[in-house]
């Protein structure tokens, strides 16, 4: 009988490019200490499900399996929290969550229904300060990232900064490309 893996056990902090990164920050933090932000970084669960199903086939999902989708996204929104958690510990100051949820591919009602909770959820358990990015026109989502947790949203140029801070209203720190 064939012993099912399952993704959690599959990214251990063991493995040599997650290490490699993990060493990376405690040197870093050892050289520099204080004198720089040691800024982390990680994929979030949205684009980790690009990389997996292919950016077609998910977003088919959306539509016809979106239960099969939100079980895969909490799933994957594990497997980020453990590898950014792990940064925090090596020495990062921040960490960046990029989750392309681009309005250049879905609506911001599709943020909402997906991601807002799975983020919520996310920034409920890192350790420490988070920049969340999303490319291209995020304007029609703005008001559910400022909802999400993260201390910053990292936006794009496809956004009106004016428009941004109207929207968020100082909810969220933001900063631009």
């Known amino acids: 009988m064939k012993t099912q893996t399952t993704l959690s056990s599959r990214l251990t902090l063991e493995r040599?490019?997650?290490?490699?990164?993990?060493?990376a920050l405690k040197i870093l933090k050892k050289e520099y200490g204080d004198h720089v932000c040691l800024v982390g970084k990680v994929m979030g669960p949205w684009t980790l499900s690009y990389h997996l199903h292919g950016v077609q086939k998910f977003l088919i999902k959306t539509i016809l399996e979106p239960d099969k989708v939100r079980r895969f996204l909490d799933k994957l929104k594990d497997l980020a929290v453990k590898f950014a958690n792990a940064q925090f510990a090596a020495g990062a100051d921040v960490v960046t969550v990029a989750d392309h949820a681009t309005g250049d591919l879905v609506s911001g009602t599709c943020y909402r229904d997906f991601?807002?909770?799975?983020?919520?959820?996310?920034?409920?358990?890192?350790?420490?300060p988070t920049i969340l990015h999303i490319c291209g026109n995020t304007t029609d989502?703005?008001?559910?990232?400022?909802?999400?947790?993260?201390?910053?949203?990292?936006?794009?140029?496809?956004?009106?900064?004016?428009?941004?801070?109207?929207?968020?209203?100082?909810?969220?720190?933001?900063?631009?490309?």
């Open 115 to 128: 991601l807002l909770p799975i983020h919520q959820e996310m920034t409920r358990q890192l350790n420490g």
């Open 141 to 177: 989502r703005l008001d559910y990232i400022a909802q999400a947790g993260f201390n910053c949203f990292h936006f794009d140029s496809k956004v009106n900064p004016r428009q941004a801070h109207e929207i968020v209203n100082g909810r969220i720190a933001l900063s631009r490309r």
């Open 16 to 23: 040599p490019p997650i290490r490699t990164v993990l060493e």
